[in-house]
């Protein structure tokens, strides 16, 4: 008798310690990493001198809207437009594009660096900064990278709104470049029913993520959802 209760409870402690285990598993498979903590965005500057304005504009139009394009002299009037203005938020976002046409990685690594002093809780500088760190070769650094674009993005996703369904749409390649494929699949899934609104572009954004997926390098980023390989 006495042998036959020390079985059941042995049963008993058994099943509690694998449940719990299973537990334990679910919290830590599901549970979106917060990463670092980041700054607040300070107020953004809005008033920019007209020089600046217009050597912004002109690097347009000589790299993109002419028939001899010239990103070279883009970048020269770019470079033109940040150095009167250093604050000057569109200037460098437009830099960050062209470096990334002419792959320039060295380069637009350090102008995401100042996007984000400037918007530190943006996440497309950081998911930039780790697609640069990627193409440069610096692996270990580049989950680093992807930690602090998580972590904008989680400060994204409490604006609310448009904002907040992009930050989830950010989340999820992310998530799935950090070895949370599963946490990825099953955040995409709740999209559609957070936002019904949105269905059309959940959609496609999935089509586009699972295309991405099977694009991707040994790594497992899919970068071609956000960049052009």
Not at 13 to 42: D, M, Q, T
Not at 147 to 176: C, D, K, T, W
């Amino acid at each position: 008798m006495k042998k036959q209760f020390s079985i059941i409870r042995f049963s008993i402690l058994l099943l509690l310690a694998l449940s719990i285990g299973g537990i334990c598993f679910y919290v830590h498979e599901f549970r979106i990493p917060k990463g670092p903590k980041l700054p607040p965005n300070p107020p953004l500057k809005t008033e920019f001198s007209q020089e600046a304005v217009d050597l912004n504009e002109k690097a347009i139009e000589i790299w993109l809207l002419t028939d001899d394009r010239d990103p070279e002299e883009g970048l020269r009037l770019l470079n033109q437009s940040i150095e009167i203005e250093p604050d000057y938020l569109t200037a460098y976002g437009n830099k960050c594009t062209l470096l990334m046409e002419l792959e320039r990685w060295a380069e637009l690594e350090e102008c995401c660096n100042k996007l984000i002093q400037l918007q530190p809780r943006d996440g497309n500088p950081y998911l930039t900064r780790a697609y640069c760190l990627y193409r440069q070769g610096k692996e270990k650094e580049v989950k680093e990278a992807l930690m602090y674009a998580l972590s904008a993005a989680n400060y994204q996703v409490e604006l609310g709104g448009a904002e907040a369904f992009n930050a989830r749409l950010m989340r999820v390649p992310i998530l799935h470049s950090l070895g949370k494929e599963r946490l990825a699949q099953a955040k995409l899934d709740k999209l559609e029913d957070e936002f019904p609104e949105y269905l059309d572009m959940t959609v496609s954004f999935r089509e586009c993520f699972n295309k991405a997926i099977m694009e991707s390098d040994e790594g497992g980023y899919p970068w071609s959802l956000f960049f052009d390989e």
